[in-house]
């Protein structure tokens, strides 16, 4: 649901709903929603396999791989490539962690 319609269906404006939202929740709507779409992007990556940039970004609905490239940095600190690496090397110095398979690196 778009967030507009959110602030029409709850009958406030979309500074109050952000605030409402925000008291309840911890975050803004419009943080939730990148963060929902962020990990439906980051969670299917296998790092044992080649990785097709474009079409992560694709199917996590991002505009193109360069805005998906951009949140990437924005909530992980690393680029996409970067990233796979740090999760291969934990792999690599970790075999079979707890934390093996989870969709971010514990670097």
Do not use: N
């Amino acid at each position: 649901m778009a967030i507009g319609d959110l602030t029409a269906a709850a009958g406030v404006s979309s500074t109050q709903l952000a605030q409402r939202f925000k008291a309840l929740v911890g975050l803004t709507p419009k943080r939730l929603a990148r963060t929902v779409r962020f990990f439906s992007g980051v969670f299917p990556i296998d790092p044992a396999e080649p990785v097709d940039w474009g079409a992560v970004a694709a199917d996590a609905g991002y505009f193109d791989q360069a805005h998906f490239g951009h949140e990437f940095r924005a909530f992980t600190g690393l680029t996409p490539t970067r990233y796979v690496e740090a999760r291969r090397r934990f792999q690599r110095e970790h075999p079979g962690h707890a934390l093996d398979g989870w969709p971010l690196p514990a670097d």
